[in-house]
């Protein structure tokens, strides 16, 4: 995942979700000691729900679609 994609993701799980900048950090890392994806962290840890988990994925598709489309 590209630096400025993660940025606009973090800012995604921030502003619509409402997930703290501590919940963020944690998830963060585990992600990187693990090779996890960063939504699956926080569902696995109870900080997203499953309907948060499907706006990510929503969310994350969306933005695919659109990257490919603007090439």
Do not use: C
């Not at 703290?20 to 950090?25: M, T």
């Not at 988990?53 to 659109?66: A, H, P």
């Amino acid at each position: 995942m590209t630096n400025h994609y993660q940025s606009q993701l973090i800012d995604f799980l921030r502003t619509k979700l409402a997930i703290s900048s501590d919940s963020l950090k944690m998830a963060i890392r585990f992600t990187e000691s693990s090779l996890g994806s960063l939504p699956m962290v926080l569902w696995q840890y109870g900080l997203i729900d499953l309907n948060e988990l499907d706006q990510v994925f929503d969310w994350i598709d969306n933005k695919e679609n659109y990257e490919i489309s603007s090439i």
